[in-house]
T-cell receptor, first 113, second 113 residues
Framework: GESVGLHLPTLSVQEGDNSIINCAYS??????FIWYKQESGKGPQFIID?????DKRQGQRVTVLLNKTVKHLSLQIAATQPGDSAVYFC????????????FGKGITLSVRP | DGGITQSPKYLFRKEGQNVTLSCEQN?????MYWYRQDPGQGLRLIYY???????QKGDIAEGYSVSREKKESFPLTVTSAQKNPTAFYLC????????????FGPGTRLTVT
């Protein structure tokens, strides 16, 4: 079936290093992708999004890369800080799904001081 | 301040009782959503509404009911028919077209014993 998934359940990085969080999606017709950050006990917060007609999009300290050939999405966080520790979710919008998002299971990012 | 609010933050109920979770937004968003999140899991869509007086089932609608009488409000009722109601419930809202970014509330943690 169609799904959005993440390769690793946890990621531990040293403060100051760059982090790369990966996401695989199975539906090649998906045309919009979004990354959310969720801190413990809180609602998810928008980080960055990208449409399928783009390969890369940059925000403040974050970059999202989209590789449609292998159906892969990644979130890069530069100079990771303790405040980046959270669970990260990727989500996709399927064509015809209106505004519905399909979420992956999430990956925990732990930043070591 | 514009935003999306959920109340209460924590809710305790006895098995067999219905309970209603509140969700209000003042972002002038057309669409609203309810998700369920279990520990260490992603978000699963319960119900969504793209316009007042209309709503659709999501992936796990059984045992839940909603109403959308006002644009700003989208309450969720967890009925006694829901077999495992203990979870973290998240409400979100978005524009129905143009941008797919969903804004999330702080969540309600429901415990049923």
């Amino acid at each position: 079936g169609e799904s959005v998934g993440l390769h690793l359940p946890t990621l531990s990085v040293q403060e100051g290093d760059n982090s790369i969080i990966n996401c695989a999606y199975s539906n090649s017709a998906s045309d919009y992708f979004i990354w959310y950050k969720q801190e413990s006990g809180k609602g998810p917060q928008f980080i960055i999004d990208i449409r399928s007609n783009m390969d890369k999009r940059q925000g403040q300290r974050v970059t999202v890369l989209l590789n449609k050939t292998v159906k892969h999405l990644s979130l890069q966080i530069a100079a990771t800080q303790p405040g980046d520790s959270a669970v990260y979710f990727c989500a996709e919008v399927l064509p015809g799904a209106n505004s519905k998002l399909t979420f992956g299971k999430g990956i925990t990012l732990s930043v070591r001081p | 301040d514009g935003g999306i609010t959920q109340s209460p933050k924590y809710l305790f109920r006895k098995e067999g009782q219905n309970v209603t979770l509140s969700c209000e937004q003042n972002l002038n968003h057309d669409a609203m959503y309810w998700y369920r999140q279990d520990p260490g899991q992603g978000l699963r869509l319960i119900y969504y509404s793209q316009i007042v007086n209309d709503f659709q089932k999501g992936d796990i609608a059984e045992g839940y009911s909603v109403s959308r009488e006002k644009k700003e409000s989208f309450p969720l009722t967890v009925t006694s028919a829901q077999k495992n109601p203990t979870a973290f419930y998240l409400c979100a809202s978005s524009f129905a077209s143009g941008s797919y970014e969903q804004y999330f509330g702080p969540g309600t943690r429901l415990t049923v014993t």
